[in-house]
């Protein structure tokens, strides 16, 4: 176990009640020993690290100067959020972080009353807070009180259309709420985009122009006498420099930039600013992901997600594996199809690394596109690119092609465009819990006229899938893939194409077949092996294909055995959906077929490990076993012997 740091004033914090009798110098000092313990927690259970280094001056000075729970921080993405749930009552429990039946990873509301709102994807801080604010104007109540709303947001957050659609309705109402834009150039990736050049410009200029934004910003909360004068400067200073007009455009008083990791700039204008704004507010502050660790701060993602580490060497403690991970076969494949064939492109929207398309990037910069925080566009940029005769692959993450769905469905998937969606985490993911799931793209995908969804069983046949949806031109074409390592088969040299909507057997067997789409496969080997031993033996098929479905590989499974069992990697609604919509279409129903869906389960999952959240989902070996024995009547014969 890491050694744990001294923390004498952090020690006497239980709440943030608990800062208040402290004077700045001794906030100074707290923020030190709160980044020491973040760094030490950290350690032991892995998870967001430099995110939350870079604001522990900030949660430091928010929660000496509002009075949370009454006052609603809201942290964006919320991955920040480690030295804010260390402050708020929960320390003795900040080591089960990411952990079964542990703190999540993220803010949530079920978790703390310090959590006004629960968060773990991007750009929703400011529509909540205005939620907030707006609520607390008409007299809502919540136990806390209702009083200031702080949405606390990245500069990577707020290149997303939802911020801004936020920041112009907030303007537009003109309610008294405070936006705190963390400014640190980086987001997961570097952040990409002309508003980062905007905001590294707004602070490139030293003390003449942190003097024009400070004029520019704070002429609103100066004493009567003064602000005729401050309104001239600012006028003035307004000729010879951009500052803060793009947010005053929006309705909102600008201050900043300020350093973010210096109390005696943070803690005075929090406070005037609490004390004195009438609307709405923009501080703009800048800080350093990965602020005081210096393995973080060296580190190319400046420590954004780590596993355990060694806290003087930064060395990460991650097990061994001889298999590939399946992202990077598919970045691998995909580069070895874009050294062929100059029309094979590639989007993603700022997971360069997680998807793998940072080596795509490398050897191909002029035809990899990181689009920043923005699925929707990221998605019709695609469609542009396939309209226009590219090749394009759209590689994200199943949870957040989420927030780009109506641009699947109206820009790509009506007008037949051959976009190709990589779709990277699919399946229960671990530690980052329900809200990083990729429980529905298997649903949400197939029931969309002329989409081809399929799915991976093992890394070999990601290749093989990567190379098909190249070759696909006929309409927009999914397939998906877990997080992780494969499952160590033997590789081909390069993918091959697949005929389209043709699954393939594995093995022949009697009375039962199971029908796996995805990775379960794996588990439904396992739980044959089972089976054999009591004299069963199933018939076991890869479908390959959620849509189109081999109708003639079901059809036949059906006829041949007593029963069928589907399994798969996502929710109600997916592939065991229209196997039965298939069969019932086809009156096999009436025919005595025994027929069963193994699905995720109606419910959202908490973190844990991926193998504890499929225990949970009952969509392991064991659970398959069950199954077969089960629909087969075998448990009921042996229970009433």
Not at 301 to 324: E, M, Y
Not at 327 to 353: G, K
Not at 411 to 416: L, M, P
């Amino acid at each position: 176990m890491t050694d744990r740091p001294e923390t004498p004033l952090l020690d006497r914090v239980v709440s943030p009640a608990d800062m208040k009798p402290l004077s700045d110098a001794e906030l100074r000092r707290l923020a030190d020993e709160l980044r020491a313990e973040t760094i030490s927690a950290v350690s032991e259970t892995g998870g967001h690290l430099g995110a939350g280094l870079g604001v522990v001056e900030l949660t430091v000075a928010l929660h000496a100067v509002f009075e949370a729970p009454r006052d609603k921080i809201i942290w964006d993405v919320s991955h920040q959020s480690y030295p804010h749930k260390i402050l708020t009552g929960r320390r003795d429990r900040i080591r089960t972080l990411r952990q079964k039946d542990g703190l999540s990873g993220f803010t949530k509301r079920s978790e703390s009353p310090f959590d006004p709102f629960g968060a773990a994807h991007s750009s929703t801080s400011i529509s909540a807070a205005l939620g907030f604010a707006v609520a607390r104007d008409l007299g809502g109540q919540v136990p806390e009180g209702l009083g200031d709303a702080i949405a606390v947001i990245g500069d990577g957050a707020m290149s997303a259309g939802m911020a801004f659609e936020a920041m112009n309705n907030a303007g537009h109402l003109k309610k008294r709420m405070i936006v705190i834009l963390n400014d640190n150039e980086m987001s997961i990736a570097p952040p990409v985009g002309a508003l980062s050049s905007y905001l590294t410009r707004l602070y490139s200029g030293a003390p003449f122009h942190q003097f024009k934004a400070a004029a520019k910003g704070a002429a609103s909360f100066l004493p009567p006498p003064f602000k005729e004068g401050a309104k001239r400067a600012k006028e003035i200073l307004k000729g010879i420099a951009v500052g803060g007009t793009l947010f005053e455009e929006l309705g909102f008083s600008y201050i900043g930039p300020l350093d973010g990791h210096d109390m005696t700039q943070l803690l005075p204008v929090l406070r005037t600013v609490k004390a004195r704004a009438t609307g709405p507010v923009l501080i703009h502050v800048v800080t350093r992901k990965g602020k005081g660790y210096a393995p973080a701060e060296s580190a190319s993602d400046k420590g954004h997600a780590t596993a355990k580490f060694h806290v003087p060497s930064g060395k990460q403690v991650k097990a061994p594996s001889n298999a590939p991970s399946y992202t990077n076969v598919f970045a691998q494949e995909l580069v070895r199809l874009a050294a062929e064939d100059t029309r094979v492109c590639a989007v993603t929207a700022a997971m360069p690394d997680g998807t793998g398309l940072g080596l795509m990037a490398e050897r191909f910069p002029s035809r990899c596109f990181d689009v920043g925080i923005a699925e929707q566009h990221g998605v019709t940029f695609a469609a542009g690119l396939a309209a226009a005769g590219m090749r394009p692959f759209c590689a994200m993450y199943s949870t957040f092609l989420q927030r780009g769905y109506d641009q699947v469905v109206h820009d790509v998937a009506i007008q037949r465009l051959p976009v190709r969606f990589a779709i990277d985490r699919a399946g229960l993911v671990g530690a980052d819990g329900a809200t990083h799931a990729g429980s529905y793209d298997v649903a949400y995908m197939a029931n969309l006229p002329g989409m081809v969804v399929m799915a991976a069983a093992d890394e070999a046949e990601l290749k093989h899938m990567v190379a098909t949806a190249a070759a696909h031109d006929d309409g927009p074409i999914a397939f998906r893939y877990p997080r992780g390592e494969g499952m160590g088969v033997e590789m081909p040299e390069k993918g091959e194409v697949l005929e389209i909507g043709k699954g393939r057997m594995i093995r022949e067997g009697g009375r039962v077949a199971i029908l796996s789409f995805g990775t379960r496969l794996g588990e439904v080997l396992k739980a044959a092996e089972a089976l054999s031993a009591r004299g069963i033996s199933p018939t076991i098929a890869d479908a390959r294909f959620a849509k189109p479905l081999d109708r003639d590989l079901i059809l036949r499974l059906a006829r041949d055995h007593e029963a069928l069992i589907t399994i798969e990697e996502g929710a109600v609604g997916g592939f065991g959906s229209h196997v039965a919509q298939l069969l019932s279409d086809e009156g096999v129903f009436d025919q005595g077929l025994k027929y069963r869906s193994m699905v995720l389960p109606d419910i959202f999952i908490d973190q844990a490990s991926p193998a504890d959240m499929y225990a949970v989902a009952k969509l392991g070996a064991a659970d398959i076993e069950a199954r077969v024995l089960d629909v087969l009547g075998v448990e009921r014969l042996e229970k009433r012997a």
